[in-house]
């Protein structure tokens, strides 16, 4: 029997596809080698294939679509409610695969190019970089308050905090060549962070879309490339709610008996442009009083009445928001009003 929809279980070996025909009645189970996947698609007649959307799936939907069949991609969280419970297998996650995926209330997660993958791949670098520098700055720091030498904070001080461990005459040979030894891996580190993000500046530079957005205050090269490489299909977000909400940075509701009860923020979604984003806000959280527009004014009376970092998390749900608007409709930021704050 001809399948209709095939819910396909990637993994790093063995894959699992299970085919349905129009009813969602199972027509065949099949494990497949990872060499047998391209060969076993190419045999079949053209039908629709559903992966979930995790690691290499945008690899394996490009494969797939080049067979000819019409390949889409769901979010695991739509998958885990139709798993089987007690039956935790790879058949049983390709079934659920093909009820998640025939669900009316299913969104499908567009699928990358290439380029979209590499320019992400020196987003996803540069974040690992970031995260060695600060753990190696943190060691450097906590190795040197051992022997009672404190630096101030800042990266910028630890050129100092290393000449006063090598000019001291009371420190031992052995913790000036640990702290040597860090030193320069975290010097190598920060040279590797300042050449990808040089090509990050220049994808940003040369991607209209990026340009676009970084005419919004508080958004720079790195989050307009990573918003431009990691959105493939701003239609697919029905509104600027639905774009802020994947980001995760609208609260959680727990409602119910008609009383509305909001949480802290989701945190859903993609954990890297939200960290961005809140960092651009936190910079135009200080600079809100020179901020010549209406914004800068509602940033002001809303730091009046909440803490600073509700106000942050605001700005930074505002800022997702205007990105989503600049995209669809393919505009720059013009700030509403020209009002001055208050000092």
């Given at each position: ?44 007649e ?25 390949v ?51 987003h ?28 101030p ?44 993000e ?128 600049l ?12 009002s001055?704050?208050?000092?």
């Amino acid at each position: 029997m001809k399948a209709s929809i095939i819910g396909l279980d990637i993994a790093k070996s063995v894959f699992q596809a299970h085919g349905a025909d129009a009813n969602g009645k199972c027509v065949f189970k099949r494990k497949l080698g990872r060499s047998e996947v391209s060969a076993f698609f190419a045999e079949l007649e053209r039908c629709e294939v559903v992966l979930e959307a995790c690691g290499s799936a945008h690899y394996w939907a490009r494969v797939i679509s080049s067979a000819g069949h019409d390949v889409k991609l769901v979010s695991p969280d739509r998958v885990r409610p139709f798993v089987k419970k007690g039956k935790k297998n790879d058949a049983v996650d390709a079934a659920a695969i093909c009820v998640a995926a025939t669900h009316p209330d299913t969104m499908f997660v567009p699928i990358k190019t290439e380029e979209q993958q590499g320019v992400l791949s020196l987003h996803s670098t540069r974040a690992l970089l970031v995260k060695q520098q600060t753990m190696l700055s943190n060691a450097l720091r906590s190795l040197a308050s051992e022997f009672g030498l404190i630096a101030p904070l800042g990266t910028s001080r630890l050129p100092e905090l290393m000449a006063k461990i090598e000019t001291s005459a009371e420190l031992p040979a052995t913790m000036k060549q640990s702290a040597r030894s860090l030193f320069e891996h975290y010097q190598k580190v920060a040279e590797s962070i300042d050449a990808l993000e040089a090509q990050i500046r220049s994808h940003a530079k040369n991607n209209e879309e990026a340009r676009r957005l970084m005419t919004i205050p508080g958004v720079g090269p790195v989050t307009a490339s990573l918003v431009v490489a990691s959105v493939a299909d701003i239609g697919s977000f029905a509104s600027a709610r639905h774009f802020a909400a994947w980001l995760g940075l609208v609260p959680r509701q727990y409602s119910t008996g008609g009383k509305t009860q909001l949480g802290r923020i989701t945190k859903a979604g993609n954990r890297q442009i939200r960290m961005l984003l809140v960092l651009g806000a936190t910079s135009m959280l200080n600079r809100a009083h020179q901020w010549k527009s209406a914004a800068g004014q509602w940033m002001c009376q809303l730091m009046e009445r909440r803490p600073r970092r509700l106000a942050t998390v605001a700005l930074a749900n505002k800022m997702a928001r205007i990105i989503w608007a600049l995209l669809a409709r393919k505009e720059i930021y013009r700030p509403a009003g020209y009002s001055v704050a208050t000092a």
